[in-house]
């Protein structure tokens, strides 16, 4: 049973009691870390994994064993998710409200709702926030932020700081938020709390695998808790360990910390060695308390998002790794969605935005329950004029990271692209049609997209250089506008195959 005593366990060991060093020569604590990241989906997958609720019972578990154990969460939490839509991650809140994280470090799509929306977020929450890069507009921490925290367990110092992906400007919407370098913020944080008597640093960060071993390799930090690649990583090069536990809970890794303190006078020694588990949660029984509450979240959803809307006739693939880097049947009904409900002459959508990461056998019946696990940010249709050359220039931008995989990546409508990804980027697009005739950079072409893009999210600077018609006010949901037009086809027909993106290799 999960109790409002455990819950004071998980919430850190802040005020246990320490030991005394003059009568000891040496002594070991063991403190362990179960740390989570990139987990916006309260429940568990098709194959029994991952969810709010195993993850509960992971926490339990490794609590029961040793009650030194903190939960440290590495962001991404309240989006992007099916209810997260229509409650702005406020159940995600709720539910880590329950568990009690020791550290909490915002991620990128914290933000996606803008930063009013993950303000009041914060303000629910009643664990730790940590974000020592991230300022407002007056350079200030933000409110309930703190950007460091020191705590003692049976006479060892830990201390943490945390850190936001500098690209979460680009990629997400966090308004006029400031976001300082990482490895710059680390070096220095760490540096303030070893003088503040940190025996062990442990950086908490959202951000991506370069600045993760940028910061690992740098040592910054005796341990970094990482988020932001979904990866499932554990390293220690015998100085340093990096842990990421994959995403949505699915696999959890629970790092153990033997700490050795040795006092020999006024002289004091710590060392220590780390031990790794990795959790794979379809083994573990979810935790009862939590599973009831998800499933009452789960009821509220299913009356309004369990309604059959039709029938594909062809496989349909939003795996990651598609949508971000090739054309995709999926990428075609929703942008053709885009230009129909707006009259665009052409659509494009970022294939980041498209986020179920699963596939569709043909003859699937489709809900409104998969459009919405598809299009989870809330995003708006808007339409906008822009000349040829933007035009020209939002796909060379789009597909400048091929063969990688990029969320920039533009799925399309109304248009076929030709490219050459042996060329250098800004040079790959070596023929547009749009409709039967071909790009013309001086004219000018009504293009439908989403507000997050004419913002300028994930580098599309460009597309706001034309007149805006339709702005996110005045737009419909493109959740709302896919569910439409697949029920207004009766289905998705084999008329949306299309060659659309040719790429040369």
Known sequence: MFTASMRGLFAGAAILATCGYAAAQESTV?????SVNDIDRMGESRDGRGGVARLAAVLAAETAENPNTFLIHAGDTISPCLLCGFDGGAHMIALFNELGPAVFVPGNHEFDFGPEVYLERAAEATFPLLAANLRDADGQPLPGHEDTRLLEVEGVTIGFFGLVTTTTAQVSSPGDLQFANELETASAQAAALREAGADVVVAVAHSGMGDDFAMYNARVADVLLSGHDHDLRVMYDGRSAMVESSSQAEYVVVTRLDVTVEVDGDRRNVSWRPRFEIVDTAAVEPNAEIAAIVAGYEAELSEALDVEIGTTQLPLDSRRASVRSMETTIGNVITDAMRTATGADVALTNGGGIRADRTYDAG???TRRDVFSELPFGNATVLATLSGADLLAALEHGYS?????????????????????????GSRVVSVMVGDAPLDPAATYRVATNDFLLRGGDGYGMLGNGETLIDAAAGTLMASEVIDYIAAQDGIGTDVIGDRIVVRQ
């Open 30 to 34: 063991t403190i362990s870390f179960v």
């Open 364 to 366: 699937a019946v489709l």
């Open 401 to 425: 990271r091929l063969p990688e995989a990029s969320g920039a990546f533009p799925q399309i409508s109304g248009m076929t692209v030709e490219l050459d990804i042996a060329q250098p980027a």
